[in-house]
Nanobody
């Protein structure tokens, strides 16, 4: 099976930075998209950033210019660098990876991490 383990959350003040990391382990053939989502209390889960195997990435408008997503294919990891954090960035952040676990058929399944809390105080 596959497991995703996240790290790097915490409590910071507005304007500070955090780096979230997510590493996948298990029976992995290949990984397509890697993404970060977040869910604030009382709100729906939303996409924060995503990156494909090609390196092409996308960022939510609310984090453009402040967050950066990167991946290390050899380590099955994805990192979210969060700078200039704001109180509205407070949420549980979830990692998601679309992973192929068998050679045939070639199908990808989305796996999720357990979530890591990010709290930004004003």
């Amino acid at each position: 099976q596959v497991q995703l383990v996240e790290s790097g959350g915490g409590l910071v003040q507005a304007g500070e930075s955090l780096r979230l990391s997510c590493v996948a382990s298990g029976s992995i053939v290949s990984i397509n998209a890697m993404s970060w989502y977040r869910q604030a209390p009382g709100k729906q889960r939303e996409l924060v950033a995503g990156i494909l195997g090609s390196g092409s990435s996308t960022l939510a408008d609310s984090v453009k210019g402040r967050f950066t997503i990167s991946r290390d294919n050899a380590k099955h990891s994805v990192t979210l660098q969060m700078n200039s954090l704001k109180p509205e960035d407070t949420a549980i952040y979830y990692c998601a990876q679309d992973i192929q676990t068998s050679l045939a058929p070639v199908t990808f399944r989305r796996y999720w991490g357990q979530g890591t809390q990010v709290t930004v105080s004003s």
